[in-house]
């Protein structure tokens, strides 16, 4: 199984394979969706507070580096979370869109490379 994780790492961009599990893809003639969703383990930062998972943000969906001919659409769910006792809402900050843009920022960086030349 690590192999499969190990590759996926090489399609993908690593955040989202280390930190989201994928639940659900949609084949188009075109398009290639992945459905991701943020993984229930509570942030590191928070250990020292009773954090309970209470669902996901709006699904956010970005463009990435196409794949075998296909556009590759990523659907992206961030969980939140709750303070068990001060009920203040939690989530992380994943840095995975280039800003600006719907694109993961290797496909941003790489299509403005190539529109140098």
């Known amino acids: ?7 996926l790492k090489l399609i993908l961009p ?6 989201f599990d994928l639940v659900n893809t949609k084949l188009e003639q075109e ?11 509570s942030p590191k930062e928070y250990n020292n507070r009773q ?6 943000l ?3 969906t970005i463009q990435d580096f196409p794949l075998r001919g296909k556009f590759v ?3 992206i769910k961030k969980r939140r979370w709750t303070d068990k006792l001060s009920q203040e809402i939690i989530q992380r900050d994943w840095n995975i869109v280039a ?6 920022h290797e496909f941003a960086a790489f299509l403005k490379e190539i529109n140098r030349y």
Request: charged share 25%; net charge negative; aromatic share 12%.
């Open 73 to 75: 659409y990523l659907h």
């Open 14 to 19: 690593e955040l989202i394979v280390d930190h």
């Open 1 to 7: 199984m690590e192999n499969y994780i190990d590759l």
């Open 58 to 60: 709006n699904e956010i």
């Open 99 to 104: 800003q600006g843009t719907r694109m993961t």
């Open 51 to 56: 954090l309970i998972s209470k669902g996901f």
């Open 31 to 41: 398009k290639m969706h992945l459905f991701f969703e943020e993984k229930s383990t």
